[in-house]
DNA sequence: TCGTGGTTACAAAAAGGTGCGTAATTTACT
DNA sequence: AGTAAATTACGCACCTTTTTGTAACCACGA
């Protein structure tokens, strides 16, 4: 991992949500607990070896919580923190400050920025 | 650089910002107008490659603005535009969620988070 | 044997750094 | 006076480093 150029918070949190995933994950977190399948199924296109390491550095950064079920086939969970849950409207804040810049006439939703994931579906 | 998985603002405004310079500069160009030199000094890490590549995505963005002033030894200042002004306290909320939430204690100075650069000056 | 949620090793791709070249004018030195 | 060097904001080519993808493997129990 990138080490910090200055001690400053908001390089801190850009490197925990810069990249593809880190946002996308957080959206789809929001909509309830998930299992990894269920993560993988949503974003097809990520692999999984990124989604354990972008799930372990969202889980050590504290937006999401990993709860493991003993047995049979392995059950994991993944919810977002209290603080994931905090840290959503900042990012939505995000998406509407681009939506209203880079106005280019037609926009859809005013809240609630929806990905719409297409299906350049990798099996593996 | 990466293309989108979907076609959401939230994906494509973190395909602007993330990585380590791009809120360092815009944190660097709120102060005022800078020069392509002023931010090399700002961020001794940098390279020249890197600073201008990443002008050039806040520019195309519509964050930075790029003023050429002609003539020999050519001058060119930067400074945010309107949208990117708007964007700036939306950064700031990141960072001040960071520190609220990765609370480890002792926190400085509560807003107008401020990045402390070190001096690894590698001349060229 | 399959499915779950991983880990590891290796390969490919992307990001980033280094150094050189460039322009026209000023300043520095001889 | 004449030559040389420095200056500014890059572009380009080459090379290294980092990130990401691929595939194989593991454990367990149904």
Redesign the interface.
């Known amino acids: 991992m ?1 080490s ?12 925990v ?4 995933w ?3 994950l957080i ?1 789809y977190l929001k909509q309830g607990t998930k299992r990894f399948s269920d993560l993988r199924r949503d ?1 097809p ?1 990520i692999s999984h070896k990124m989604l354990t390491l972008e799930l372990r550095k969202l889980e050590d ?2 937006i999401v919580e990993r709860t493991e079920f003993g047995g049979y086939p392995l059950r994991v969970e993944y919810q977002l923190t209290p ?1 994931g849950h ?2 959503v409207p ?10 209203t ?2 106005d280019t006439g037609a926009q859809s939703s005013p809240a609630d ?6 299906n350049t579906v990798s099996r593996d």
């Open positions: 990138k910090l150029v200055s001690r400053c918070p908001i390089e801190e949190v850009m490197q949500l810069s990249g593809r880190p946002t996308l959206y974003n296109t950064a504290g603080a905090r840290l900042l990012i939505d804040a995000l998406g509407e400050w681009w939506d810049t880079s920025t929806e990905p719409v994931i297409p």
